[in-house]
């Protein structure tokens, strides 16, 4: 009898833990950096979304040409972040970057063509090379006003973000690399910075 008593005791004991752990962790608030998920890839390219007729960019260093957010992208990239529960740069950033991750395929770089991708061309094709998907991203962010570059090394090219005063990286061709973290860290001296 004196063991049931004590196997109550402690049951109840449990019980009243789980309840007050359950109640406490309601009240935590959720975090507004993290995306409620990711937008599917109709759910955001508009009906009759075509790439536009622009000046084609020959050579990569000029690809700070075609990097400035068009209607199209602006658009797309305001669809993207929808996800997130309040306006928040950091959630819009993260949003953009996994929808990009999650519906646009990397690819070695793409020799039959002669030109850099357009953002447009790149949402269209649903794949690109380094360069093609950072100039993508960067039109992205820079139409939700999130100052970003593209960096090149000997080793991958990648998106620098400011987020919150401090750069971030990102290197959408690394499929193991988080936020922060690209291929190969070279010193300074050996990126190329693309406007």
């Given at each position: 009898?004196h063991?049931l008593?004590k196997?109550i005791i402690v ?5 009243i833990?789980?309840?007050l752990?359950t ?5 935590i608030?959720t975090?507004?950096?993290?995306p409620?998920?990711i937008?599917?890839?109709h759910?955001?390219i508009?009906?009759?979304f ?5 000046q084609r ?9 075609i ?7 602006a658009?797309v990239?305001?669809?993207i972040i929808t996800?997130?529960?309040?306006p ?5 950033l993260?949003a ?6 999650t519906?646009i395929?990397?690819?070695e770089v ?8 357009t953002?447009e061309?790149t949402?269209l ?6 360069l093609?998907?950072s100039?993508?991203?960067?039109s992205m962010?820079r139409?939700?006003d999130?100052?970003a570059r593209?960096?090149r090394?000997p080793?991958?090219t ?6 919150n005063k401090?750069?971030?990286r990102?290197?959408l ?7 922060g ?7 300074e001296?050996?990126?190329l910075?693309?406007?």
């Amino acid at each position: 009898m004196h063991f049931l008593f004590k196997f109550i005791i402690v049951l109840c004991t449990v019980a009243i833990v789980l309840t007050l752990f359950t109640y406490i962790g309601s009240q935590i608030p959720t975090d507004e950096t993290r995306p409620q998920g990711i937008q599917g890839y109709h759910d955001v390219i508009p009906a009759g979304f075509a790439a536009q007729e622009i000046q084609r960019v020959l050579d990569p260093r000029d690809a700070g040409r075609i990097m400035n957010p068009t209607p199209q992208t602006a658009q797309v990239a305001q669809r993207i972040i929808t996800v997130c529960q309040t306006p928040n740069t950091e959630c819009h950033l993260r949003a953009i970057v996994m929808w990009q991750r999650t519906h646009i395929e990397h690819t070695e770089v793409i020799q039959v063509r002669d030109h850099v991708l357009t953002p447009e061309e790149t949402l269209l094709f649903r794949e690109g090379d380094d360069l093609a998907l950072s100039v993508l991203l960067v039109s992205m962010l820079r139409s939700q006003d999130i100052d970003a570059r593209i960096g090149r090394t000997p080793y991958s090219t990648f998106v620098e973000a400011t987020l919150n005063k401090e750069p971030l990286r990102i290197d959408l061709g690394c499929a193991n690399c988080g936020l922060g973290s690209i291929r190969y860290r070279g010193s300074e001296e050996t990126i190329l910075w693309i406007a």
